[in-house]
């Protein structure tokens, strides 16, 4: 069951419940992922399949999981166009020593009851649903096993905003987590950002870029596609409870 389905310590530890994740559920798989919870006393999985793939999510519902949200994901051809950096008062540098509680602090402002498929649960706390983005972008500013890269957007001294990079094989690059403060918002600081990691992924020597949100989240789908991002793929994400 390598690579289909694993206990997440992370989310277990965070709600207090053994927690699965299995992040490509298909047909034929989906009754290993289950067995593999049950055998493992597993109380609260966390599915993902292709949003192409009905049979599949039909499947799923039919064995009492429910669809949280619909992750859509973008790509970017990065041997194609220049991404735009037009004048702005704000820098984009690697974050350095010292600035991880801003981080903290950045991540908190920015997602809380952002509704994710966490949030979308009314049986998951609603404050560690929260912590969750804030534990994520601490992680990418700890560890490169969750980040290679965290840029952040400073302001007159400030942060008030930042991108965690990350290259998934010699020739794709991700933008993983963005949050930029709720006082620096709408102020083209998302924008910036995203045209930062365009140029972190180049430097990088990857040949694409990929991102991913929600797929009712269109405030960043509009900066994407101005940046040349293309839609790629959605996923399902579904959440079963085994009491």
């Known amino acids: 069951m390598e690579n289909v389905v694993y206990v997440s310590a992370i989310d277990g530890e965070r709600f207090g419940i053994k927690t699965a994740r299995a992040e490509k559920v298909t047909k034929g798989n989906l009754s290993r992922v289950l067995e593999f919870c ?29 669809i949280m949200d619909t992750q859509i994901y973008y790509l970017k051809d990065l041997k194609v166009g220049i991404p735009t950096m037009d004048s702005h008062p704000v820098n984009i540098r690697p974050v350095v020593s010292g600035e991880i509680e ?13 509704y994710g498929h966490y949030h979308a649960d009314p049986r998951l706390d609603k404050y560690k649903c929260d912590e969750a983005y804030v534990s994520w972008a601490v992680r990418s500013c700890l560890s490169k096993e969750v980040a290679d890269e965290v840029l ?21 690059g991700e933008g993983v987590l963005f949050a930029v403060s709720p006082r620096a918002q709408k102020t083209g600081v998302y924008r910036r950002l995203i045209s930062s990691g365009i140029n972190w992924c180049r430097t990088k020597g990857a040949t694409k870029m990929i991102v991913s949100t929600q797929i009712t989240n269109f405030a960043v789908q509009k900066v994407w596609v101005r940046e040349g991002f293309e839609p790629l793929k959605a996923l399902y994400t579904f959440h079963k409870w085994f009491d």
Do not use: H, W
């Open 152 to 172: 952040v957007a400073e302001r007159d001294g400030d942060l008030v905003g930042f991108a965690t990079m990350r290259l998934n094989n010699p020739s794709e």
């Open 102 to 114: 801003k981080i903290r602090e950045i991540a908190s402002d920015a997602f809380r009851g952002y």
């Open 38 to 66: 049950l055998n493992g006393k597993v109380s609260f999985l966390i599915g993902r399949c292709s949003a192409q793939d009905l049979d599949v999510a039909q499947a799923m519902e039919a064995q009492g999981f429910l």
